[in-house]
């Protein structure tokens, strides 16, 4: 594997190629926030708070770190106006569907963000996959998957999985960021909606 | 529609996995929505997991969930028809089927949509039902077209 050198917030870090601009900065001990990422799930890109601006060839960009491959000479800021001002929006963006959620209120006082800002459409649910991917790619189950899209996208379990496989693992809950407060509430929707159908097969 | 035919579609395209919009393409254009059975048959047979084929189904609105009626009935509310009176054509196709845009009647006879452009906007105001376009709609007009589907 070739080592690749690049610059992260002026400090000279060494990485191996194929590597993300987040793992080189978590090997150095830099840190850079995340909502979506998890290290036994492939990257995502859902969330971009982990966006970081990222200069190679003279041009600044802005990229999502657990997405971006490291390259030679890349010069990655992870706090700058831009940086902080990105965040700030998208977690003001995010407060409007969790509002009160304990994962994002230390990255609300590091970045100042205002929970008042956006009109309130309280969903619990910040989109990140975090409950959707573990159970497809960790615990293979795919009890639980996404529906509809755009503004309508939410998350929903399959009774029929789910009143099996759920009861006993639970793993998902902890994970999301907006405290499992919408995993659990789907999942008992799902359980409810398999109640008849299980009643029909024990008779 | 019966998991017969639904195995039939299937096999069709080879059971291939890569092939499983088209798979339900094909079953919403014959049975007009897609009924949770078939669904999960597409998943056993493909090998792709529910929660996925759920998620495509959801996701195209050309796909349905819910039962569909015998005649689509599409009316546009575009620019043009709506400056025409779309809105009074409109208001007939409620009166007269007693449904409001995205609902089916029980008898699944009709299922009405609202669409924003139709492309023939000389025509309007303009309703297309089962894909045949009938164009400078009025309420009576309306009234008249719509008997000739039962």
Redesign the interface.
């Known amino acids: 594997m070739n080592e690749i050198l690049l610059k992260i917030d002026g400090r000279e870090v060494e990485a191996k190629e194929g590597m993300t601009i987040l793992e080189a900065a978590q090997n150095a001990g830099i840190y850079i926030p995340t909502l979506c990422h998890h290290e036994k799930l492939e990257p995502y890109g859902a969330c971009r708070i982990c966006t970081v601006e990222a200069e190679s060839r003279g041009q600044t960009r802005l990229v999502a770190a657990c997405l971006y491959p490291v390259e030679k000479n890349l010069v990655v800021r992870t706090r700058s106006e831009k940086v902080d001002k990105i965040r700030k929006m998208i977690l003001e963006l995010l407060l409007a569907h969790a509002p009160d959620s304990r994962g994002l209120q230390d990255l609300v006082e590091e970045y100042g963000a205002d929970k008042d800002r956006f009109e309130k459409e309280a969903s619990f649910c910040v989109h990140c996959g975090l409950c ?1 991917r573990y159970c ?1 790619e960790v615990k293979k189950k ?8 755009g503004a309508r996208r939410e998350i ?1 379990f ?1 009774p ?2 789910a009143s099996k496989e759920c009861w006993n693992c639970k793993e998902c809950f902890p994970l999301c960021p907006t405290e499992a407060l919408q995993a659990a509430y789907v999942y008992t929707e799902a359980l409810i909606s398999s109640l008849p159908r299980l009643g029909r097969q024990m008779l | 529609m019966d998991i017969a035919r639904v195995d039939q579609i299937i096999d069709k395209h080879n059971s291939e996995a890569s092939s499983l919009i088209q798979i339900l393409l094909d079953i919403q254009s014959e049975n007009h929505w897609l009924p949770k059975e078939a669904l999960e048959r597409i998943s056993e047979r493909l090998q792709v ?4 084929i ?2 495509i189904a ?2 195209y609105k050309a796909f349905s969930l819910v039962p569909k009626g015998r005649h689509q009935v599409h009316i546009c509310m575009g620019t043009a028809c709506h400056v025409r009176g779309a809105q009074r054509v409109l208001d007939t196709l409620q009166d007269l089927t007693g449904i409001k845009p995205g609902e089916t009647d029980l008898d699944l006879k009709y299922s009405l949509e609202t669409v924003n452009c139709l492309g023939c906007c000389a025509l309007g105001p303009v309703i297309e039902i089962d894909g045949k376009i009938h164009g400078e709609m009025s309420p009576t007009r309306t009234a008249d077209t719509l008997k000739k589907y039962e």
């Open positions: 959707v497809a795919f009890a639980v998957g996404f529906v509809n899209r929903s399959v029929e999985i | 997991p529910y929660t996925r759920q998620h959801t996701f």
